[in-house]
């Protein structure tokens, strides 16, 4: 500038620039549990800045990418109370990601030196060796979060956590009846070699889709949970998975559960069916079952209105009753005529207008 | 010892001015010459000729409503501005040796040369230095430490907010070709 006037101008690139330093540090100072895939954990935090952070800015911890969605599980963020009194009542810790928290100074300028403690609870354990998972810390100079205003970034280190491997259990699956497509009863046995948490989910895989199922079982007061059991469905990739949930109880190692329930068979096949135990989506038993045998001997006898027959596959189903007087109580006489398989069981099915005398 | 404030209050009406309020000095013996930069104010448009006022008064107190004045304001003409001309180009470069991370000090070698028809640079004229934006964020008191070379004293007169150094040299610049340093500038508040 030459005689108060812009002279001459020229523009320069700089070849580096400003980097964040690495100065932020942070561990994890304890974790309740050890145990992969554990669920409901709180993890305990220790953070210093050891640069100057304004007031004005932020302080972030990212969990690794492993890590189940800290909304999925309904975590919390809270300064431990010392490190609340140190920065004063209206600093807070945040929980704005699925896997990033903040703790905001909000106005209070944070010492460079001082450790600050803060707790997150409600996390669930991978059930994998972490080594390679590091935690980030990161000091922004703006509240912005999406401002790309980071001061320092570091990383730390995952817990090194004890993974827990899926046990097999016997699974044998007994029906009441092996006729495709019918209402059958399911008897479901099973013996882990481990114990099983309360409040665990077991998922009896069907490799059909059922149409019925009475959404209750029964089985010993000690076993279930609930005696809700429904038919379910999830995903893997694109492959529609059916299942019968069941919630179990804190059952111990090596005990024999028996459930039954009611679902209608598939079509004929050979069938051997799959089971898992979980607890909070975390798979640690597994089962096959036994194969058995469903057979397409499904015989149909319809009736007519009234002492009417027709003819099933195999089989003429006859009926007659006595006396036909409007909602009368009524004897009624079943007979098969030309059987041509052996008949093992006979199930009939009673239109819901008829009721039980 | 602490850092100077302005606060720059726009005009809201045709009857008030745009003023400028300087707080935080030390005190001033009697018979100094002070000299107060701002950066980045507009100048005038061609032609036109205006009177700036200056005054010094008492900011936390009133007396009777009216404020209490130490120095009677008095004003200066400034104008009129005259064309703008086509700056002759510089060609230059920079050498950074630092780590470059944020909290710690550069150091800046600007070595270059100043195209035709070049004027000498006296001890009234400017290096003037734009950094990119936010570069100076926040601490700017921090940068008093810095050290310009070609400055008298090596002062770096360093304006945060405008990402500005403007450099006074100590003796004329009667070279095209130029090479300076500005040492112990604090980096950026933050990654950019």
Redesign the interface.
């Known amino acids: 500038?030459?005689?108060n006037?812009?002279?001459?101008?020229?523009i320069?690139?700089?070849?580096?620039?400003?980097?964040?330093?690495p100065?932020a540090s942070a561990i994890i100072t304890s974790v309740d549990s050890i145990y992969g895939g554990d669920s409901g954990i709180n993890y305990y935090f220790e953070f210093q800045l050891n640069?100057?952070l304004?007031e004005g800015g932020k302080v972030s911890i990212t969990f690794p990418s492993i890590y189940i969605s800290l909304f999925t599980v309904n975590s919390n963020c809270y300064l431990r109370a010392d490190s609340q009194v140190l920065v004063g009542a209206q600093a807070y810790c945040s929980i704005i990601s699925s896997s990033q928290l903040v703790i905001v100074p909000n106005g209070v300028l944070l010492s460079t030196s001082q450790a600050y403690y803060f707790t997150v609870t409600n996390i669930t354990n991978p059930n994998m060796d972490l080594s390679s998972y590091k935690f980030t810390i990161q000091t922004?100079?703006f509240t912005d979060v999406y401002s790309?205003?980071?001061?320092?970034s570091s990383t730390f280190s995952s817990p090194i956590l004890s993974i827990i491997t899926v046990k097999q259990c016997q699974l044998q699956v007994n029906l009441s009846i092996y006729n495709a497509g019918l209402p059958a009863q399911y008897q479901i046995n099973i013996i882990c070699p481990a114990s099983i948490k309360q409040a665990s989910q077991l998922k009896l895989y069907l490799n059909w889709n059922p149409q019925t199922t009475s959404q209750v079982c029964s089985g010993d007061s000690s076993i279930l949970y609930s005696t809700q059991c429904n038919i379910l469905n999830e995903y893997s990739q694109t492959t529609k998975m059916t299942y019968l949930s069941i919630y179990l109880r804190a059952i111990s190692a090596q005990k024999l559960v028996s459930i039954t329930g009611s679902i209608t068979n598939g079509n004929q096949g050979t069938y051997q069916l799959n089971a898992t135990i979980n607890y909070n989506g975390f798979v640690y038993l597994n089962a096959t079952s036994n194969q058995f045998y469903i057979s397409s001997s499904t015989i149909s006898g319809n009736t007519g209105s009234n002492g009417g027959s027709s003819s099933g596959q195999a089989i003429t189903v006859k009926n007659a009753n006595y006396p036909l007087n409007r909602n009368y109580p009524s004897i009624y006489t079943f007979g098969i005529t030309n059987p041509q398989v052996i008949v093992s069981t006979l199930q009939i099915l009673v239109p819901s207008i008829i009721t039980q005398s | 010892m602490g850092s100077i404030t302005c606060q720059i209050y726009p005009s809201v009406s045709t009857v008030t001015y745009p003023t400028i309020i300087v707080t935080g000095y030390d005190s001033i013996s009697a018979g100094t010459t002070v000299r107060i930069r701002f950066a980045n104010l507009k100048s005038l448009p061609v032609g036109i000729t205006d009177d700036i006022t200056l005054g010094v008064s008492l900011t936390y107190f009133y007396y009777g409503g009216v404020k209490g004045y130490i120095y009677e304001p008095v004003s200066f003409v400034v104008g009129p501005t005259t064309a703008a001309?086509n700056?002759?180009?510089?060609?230059?470069?920079?050498?950074?040796v630092?780590?470059?991370?944020?909290?710690?000090l550069s150091n800046y070698t600007?070595s270059?040369t100043?195209?035709n028809s070049?004027?000498?640079?006296?001890t009234?004229?400017?290096?003037?230095v734009t950094f990119?934006p936010y570069?100076f964020?926040?601490?700017f008191n921090l940068n008093t430490q810095a050290l310009c070379s070609r400055a008298s004293g090596n002062v770096c007169s360093v304006f945060g907010l405008a990402s500005q150094i403007y450099i006074q040299p100590s003796s004329s610049v009667t070279a095209a070709a130029f090479s300076f340093t500005i040492n112990k500038l604090l980096?950026?508040?933050?990654?950019?």
Request: no cysteine; glycine share 6%; charged share 10%.
């Open positions: 500038m030459v005689n006037k812009i002279n001459a101008l020229g320069a690139y700089l070849q580096k620039f400003t980097q964040y330093s100065n640069s100057y304004p922004f100079y790309p205003s980071v001061i320092s | 001309i700056p002759i180009s510089i060609s230059y470069s920079v050498s950074e630092s780590t470059n991370v944020v909290g710690e600007l270059g100043i195209g070049f004027q000498t640079i006296t009234h004229d400017f290096f003037v990119p570069v964020e926040g601490r980096n950026a508040a933050y990654k950019l």
